[in-house]
């Protein structure tokens, strides 16, 4: 094993390949066919070499993910937040397939709603975007508003030590050079973002919580707007 996240475990397989595998029911096809999708399209994503079930082998990407490198780095939060700016601005000019679902509202875009600093690997190829189980079609603006909202509110774990006072600093300084750089507006989708984010099984009560708030103003603002 070499990397465990909220729902998968990652394990280096040799060959130049990792197996991701979900400690949960999942069928994979989907998000690898959103993968070959995006690579055909020229966006950076890791190599599908086959997909089963709960099992997904890909290409093994070197470097670290951007948010192992903040930890590291943290005096790189701008760049590595244009970067991810850049990241969602590539992706959606990307059209998704007319049969993708679309869980935040109509639209013809490829949505990652999960794309933050953790699902981006630093690569000597540049920065490759991971995993995709959540990719979906829909307005650009709501995969802005969910990676605003995971960034704002997520807890991290296994900061080292040194770096845990200066997260409060790090986390508002990444917010906003992203949301400095995006071209998307994620306003008008931060009620319905917060809301999906609230109904995933990954999100925790404490995240849950900060949601709850963020729905209630957005809701608030949108009634007072009329």
Same mark, same amino acid.
């Given at each position: 094993?070499? !990397?465990? !996240?909220?729902?998968? #475990?990652? =394990?280096?397989?040799?060959?130049? %390949?990792?197996?991701?595998?979900?400690?949960?029911?999942?069928?994979? &096809?989907?998000?690898?066919?959103?993968?070959? $999708?995006?690579?055909? *399209?020229?966006?950076?994503?890791?190599?599908? =070499?086959?997909?089963?079930?709960?099992?997904?082998?890909?290409?093994?990407?070197?470097?670290?993910?951007?948010?192992?490198? @903040?930890?590291? %780095?943290?005096?790189? *939060?701008?760049?590595?937040?244009?970067?991810?700016?850049?990241? $969602?601005?590539?992706?959606?000019?990307? $059209?998704?397939?007319? #049969?993708?679902?679309?869980? @935040?509202?109509?639209?013809?875009?490829?949505?990652?709603?999960?794309?933050? +600093?953790?699902?981006?690997?630093?690569?000597?190829?540049?920065?490759?975007?991971?995993?995709?189980?959540?990719?979906?079609?829909?307005?650009?603006? *709501?995969? /802005?508003?969910?990676?605003? @909202?995971?960034?704002?509110?997520? &807890?991290?774990? #296994?900061?080292?030590?040194?770096?845990?006072?200066?997260?409060?600093?790090?986390?508002?300084?990444?917010?906003?050079?992203?949301?400095?750089?995006?071209?998307?507006?994620? /306003?008008?989708?931060?009620? %319905?973002?917060? %809301?999906?984010?609230?109904?995933? +099984?990954?999100?925790?009560?404490?995240?849950? &919580?900060? @949601?709850?708030?963020?729905? *209630?103003?957005? &809701?608030?603002?949108?009634?007072?707007? !009329?």
């Amino acid at each position: 094993m070499i !990397g465990r !996240g909220r729902a998968a #475990d990652v =394990y280096d397989i040799g060959g130049g %390949r990792v197996l991701r595998r979900y400690r949960m029911p999942f069928n994979v &096809e989907r998000e690898a066919a959103a993968m070959r $999708h995006l690579d055909q *399209a020229g966006f950076p994503v890791p190599k599908v =070499y086959d997909a089963d079930g709960p099992d997904l082998v890909m290409e093994r990407l070197d470097g670290r993910d951007m948010l192992t490198d @903040l930890s590291r %780095r943290p005096w790189l *939060a701008s760049s590595h937040a244009k970067t991810l700016a850049d990241m $969602h601005n590539r992706l959606h000019q990307v $059209h998704a397939p007319p #049969d993708w679902p679309q869980p @935040l509202g109509p639209g013809d875009r490829v949505l990652h709603v999960d794309l933050h +600093p953790g699902n981006v690997m630093l690569t000597t190829r540049g920065p490759v975007v991971i995993d995709w189980s959540n990719a979906s079609a829909g307005p650009a603006g *709501a995969d /802005v508003a969910i990676a605003y @909202l995971i960034m704002a509110c997520s &807890e991290v774990d #296994d900061l080292p030590l040194l770096i845990r006072p200066l997260v409060s600093s790090l986390r508002s300084a990444v917010v906003r050079h992203f949301m400095g750089g995006v071209g998307d507006d994620p /306003v008008p989708y931060i009620a %319905r973002a917060g %809301r999906l984010r609230m109904a995933d +099984p990954n999100t925790r009560p404490s995240e849950k &919580e900060w @949601l709850a708030r963020k729905v *209630a103003e957005a &809701e608030q603002l949108a009634a007072a707007a !009329g």
